[in-house]
């Protein structure tokens, strides 16, 4: 699959700090899995959800081991579903049927990463664009190539709730977040519309990558180490200054 292919490629280059892992569910992949993820496991009912979740794991052991983290320690499925850790690394996981994708770093150089893989086709069939876009979003995606930035920007912010909602134990939308696509970086700066913590503060910004091959939109963010604050919607923060790097 020439999309797959392509975006496989470009997970290799990403980042040196992260293990990235892609399993397709078509490899007849064995499951690698500590006993608590089974247990997790069995309160989801779908089966193709069901087989997502434990390639995700089996994925996420992948890139633990790839970090050198030699004992099998459970990712356990916290409360509003986000992945915890074990100690001392953090990382994120998206599904896009057949792929599963996993990013995996070390805590002690990144605070925490959200990525995300969706498929056009998906928003050819459901406007979400009032759901998704805030007034200045709209306007970029009626420009031209709406479904394509459409889905970018559905996917840069789906990636961003999967890093900073670890960081704030809060619920936000997709209002709550405002992106400008920056052409020569080749994906969006973007930044907090509302607080969600004490150092996640309104106009916190930050960077996401969004790369496209064939159907398929790859996004990718990841937080450093220090919170630096930034004036409001004015994205360039220590977080721009990692993705860059
Ligand atoms: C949580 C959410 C982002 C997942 O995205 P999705 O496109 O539905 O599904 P994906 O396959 O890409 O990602 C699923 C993975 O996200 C991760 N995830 C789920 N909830 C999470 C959370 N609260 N925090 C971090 N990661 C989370 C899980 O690892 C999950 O995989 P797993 O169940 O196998 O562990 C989405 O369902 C959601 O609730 N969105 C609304 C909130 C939002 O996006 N706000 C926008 C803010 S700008």
Same mark, same amino acid.
């Given at each position: 699959?020439?999309? /797959? %292919?392509?975006?496989?490629?470009?997970?290799?280059?990403?980042?040196?700090?992260?293990?990235?892992?892609?399993?397709?569910?078509?490899?007849?992949?064995?499951?690698?899995?500590?006993?608590?993820?089974?247990?997790?496991?069995? /309160?989801?009912?779908?089966?193709?959800?069901?087989?997502?979740?434990?390639?995700?794991?089996?994925?996420?052991?992948?890139?633990?081991? #790839?970090?050198?983290?030699? %004992?099998?320690?459970?990712?356990?499925?916290?409360?509003?579903?986000?992945?915890?850790?074990?100690?001392?690394?953090?990382?994120?996981?998206?599904?896009? @049927?057949?792929? /599963?994708?996993?990013?995996?770093?070390?805590? #002690? #150089?990144?605070?925490?990463?959200?990525?995300?893989?969706?498929?056009?086709?998906?928003?050819?069939?459901?406007?979400?664009?009032?759901?998704?876009?805030?007034?200045?979003?709209?306007?970029?995606?009626?420009?031209?190539?709406?479904?394509?930035?459409? /889905?970018?920007?559905?996917?840069?912010?789906?990636?961003?709730?999967?890093?900073l @909602?670890?960081?704030c134990?809060r619920y936000f939308d997709f209002l709550d977040v405002e992106?400008?696509?920056?052409?020569?970086?080749?994906?969006?700066?973007?930044a907090l519309l509302t607080t969600l913590s004490?150092?996640l503060i309104r106009g916190f910004?930050?960077?996401?990558?969004?790369?496209?091959?064939?159907?398929?939109?790859?996004?990718?963010?990841?937080?450093?180490?220090?919170?630096?604050?930034?004036?409001p919607c004015?994205?360039?923060? %220590?977080?721009?200054? %990692?993705?860059?790097?």
């Amino acid at each position: 699959m020439k999309s /797959t %292919e392509g975006i496989l490629k470009y997970l290799k280059q990403l980042d040196a700090r992260a293990a990235v892992v892609a399993i397709s569910a078509g490899d007849g992949v064995k499951h690698i899995l500590h006993v608590d993820e089974t247990h997790d496991s069995e /309160t989801i009912v779908h089966p193709r959800r069901k087989e997502e979740f434990l390639l995700g794991r089996t994925a996420a052991h992948s890139a633990l081991r #790839q970090l050198g983290s030699e %004992e099998l320690v459970a990712v356990r499925r916290g409360a509003r579903n986000e992945p915890i850790w074990p100690d001392g690394f953090t990382g994120s996981i998206t599904h896009c @049927y057949p792929w /599963t994708v996993v990013a995996v770093a070390r805590r #002690q #150089q990144i605070r925490a990463i959200g990525i995300d893989l969706e498929n056009m086709e998906r928003m050819k069939t459901e406007d979400v664009r009032g759901v998704i876009c805030g007034p200045a979003e709209l306007n970029w995606v009626a420009e031209r190539d709406s479904v394509e930035r459409l /889905t970018r920007l559905f996917s840069a912010k789906e990636a961003i709730f999967k890093a900073l @909602y670890p960081l704030c134990s809060r619920y936000f939308d997709f209002l709550d977040v405002e992106l400008k696509w920056t052409k020569s970086a080749d994906g969006f700066s973007g930044a907090l519309l509302t607080t969600l913590s004490s150092d996640l503060i309104r106009g916190f910004g930050f960077r996401v990558v969004s790369h496209r091959s064939d159907q398929m939109i790859f996004s990718y963010l990841i937080a450093g180490l220090t919170v630096s604050k930034c004036a409001p919607c004015a994205a360039g923060s %220590e977080i721009q200054r %990692e993705v860059s790097d």
